[in-house]
């Protein structure tokens, strides 16, 4: 359990460095150290094959997920070149991941990232993408919570909101309220 703690904070960690250093990349590549983009810029996780993080990037649009190959100074292929530009967004939280042969990114896979990742880079979380990884990784829910939370969204369906959490036996007003800063509230 510690190493884990400790893994979460290196995590967090090389997520506010590198966020810090993109957003100061960001503001010099439009003019102006004073210039800030609103709304927030979404962050994209990188993973490599073995799941080690590769970088954390922020992308605007298709064209800030070509300006981060570029840099890399990889190529594309056809495949790869038809997926970047069907993505409509890069929500927060999205990760991308690249298999890429020699110096061509020959396929992309679009995720999300797990939720311990998104807790520690302050991405709030989203009920509808949960697994039951995800919910076991937020703070006071163990496997068993994890388990019910799940069942209970197959058998109900969907949970509309973050409240209607209130309907798995075991998840009250207390833990709800303790809960809310890691979710989007709807």
Known sequence: MAVRGVGL???LMLGLAVYDLGRSVSSLEE???LVRPEPPVPR???IDESGRIDG???INDARGLLSVINLAELSLSD???TKIHQIDEYPDGISVEFQIVGNVVEDISVGWMPAAMRIALAIPLVV???TQADWDDL???GPALARRIIQNRQKNGEFRSFWALKRVKGIGQHRLERWQ???LSR
């Open 128 to 130: 509808e993408r949960m």
């Open 44 to 46: 994209v996780l990188l």
């Open 79 to 81: 495949v790869a070149r």
């Open 181 to 183: 800063q890691f979710f």
């Open 56 to 58: 954390i990037h922020q």
């Open 31 to 33: 003019g102006s150290a």
């Open 139 to 141: 703070p006071g829910v």
């Open 9 to 11: 904070l290196l995590l």
